[in-house]
């Protein structure tokens, strides 16, 4: 059988590999983004043309592609008047691999499905380095004959594909997993604050806590920075302070309280206020260090 054709949008670090790795597959793209040396990129290496607009992207596309950064840059791209939805092909599929908000995503499957075309959100987990050998994690969730007519090119681009049920709770499960994790990285790295402010060395601290139950990949990358000064977790404290935002609305829609969550929102917003915000998350250390009563 021929190969599906793909429509992606949002060449970023992460989203650029995935089309790479797609390319090296045999699969032919139809690309958008606004970085245009991005997108030049993906044109040298053939098999791959330009779209004029999302409704242009849609219409040539059997599986279209985002990776993009917020909820509302998907609805805008997903609801313009030259949109994905205006474009969109019945028996295609729309495949969101962003960090989105539960709620958003439903309704947009909602509108799609009206159209005949299906919709899987499909968050990533690991670095743009396994994106490029396609050997991400992929939290897949929509209905189950959806998932299934894309999950052959998900396997190409996923070493581990998960399918968590219903559409939504792929970025349920996202929105989860990132609280755990920047919640872990900002305990450590005030952690190391505190403890250089009562004078204990940051090292044997680490050394300590990292042969009991509290260690983690994510207390080795707070290691890294606030010990070793080496900044090696590709994730900005924007993108994190984006998805604690995220999982706090999301814990309204549920009609529950997360004041964990809040906490962390809290020290991943000041720390954007204060200048921080490109920086990569275990670099909230530097931020901690500077609290005063």
């Known amino acids: 059988m021929s190969k599906p054709v793909i429509g992606f949008i949002g060449l970023g670090l992460m989203g650029g590999n995935m089309v790479e790795n797609l390319q090296k597959k045999g699969f032919d793209l139809v690309v958008m983004d606004l970085n245009k040396d991005a997108v030049e990129a993906v044109l040298a290496r053939g098999n791959a043309k330009q779209a004029g607009s999302p409704k242009e992207l849609a219409e040539a596309s059997d599986i279209v592609m985002l990776c993009l950064t917020t909820s509302d840059v998907v609805e805008k791209v997903v609801y313009g008047d030259d949109g994905i939805l ?25 509108d799609l499905a009206a159209k005949g075309a299906g919709m899987v959100d ?10 490029k050998d396609g050997l991400l994690n ?22 581990n594909v998960f399918y968590l049920g219903a559409l939504g709770a792929g970025h349920v499960t996202k929105l989860i997993n990132n609280f755990m994790g920047m919640t872990t990285v900002c305990t450590m790295s005030q952690a190391f604050a505190v403890a250089d402010r009562a004078g204990v060395d940051r090292k044997q601290l680490y050394d300590i806590m ?40 999301m814990a309204e829609d549920l009609g529950t309280q997360a004041e964990i969550a809040q906490g962390t929102s809290k020290n991943l917003q000041a720390a954007v206020a204060a200048g921080m915000g490109e920086g990569n998350v275990p670099e909230i250390f530097d931020y901690f260090l500077t609290l005063e009563k």
Do not use: W
């Open 210 to 249: 990292s042969t009991g139950p509290s260690n983690s990949p994510f207390m080795g990358f707070c290691k890294n920075y606030a010990i070793d000064g080496i900044s090696d977790l590709g994730f900005s404290i924007n993108n994190a302070n984006k998805d604690l935002g995220y999982f706090l609305r």
């Open 122 to 131: 499909a968050p990533l987990g690991r670095t743009p380095a396994h994106a």
């Open 138 to 159: 992929i939290m897949a969730a929509g209905d189950r004959e959806t998932f299934d007519k894309v999950k052959p090119v998900l396997d190409e681009q996923g070493e």
């Open 86 to 110: 205006a474009g969109i092909k019945p028996g295609a599929v729309l495949i969101d691999f962003g960090t989105s908000i539960p709620a958003s995503t439903r309704k947009i499957g909602a």
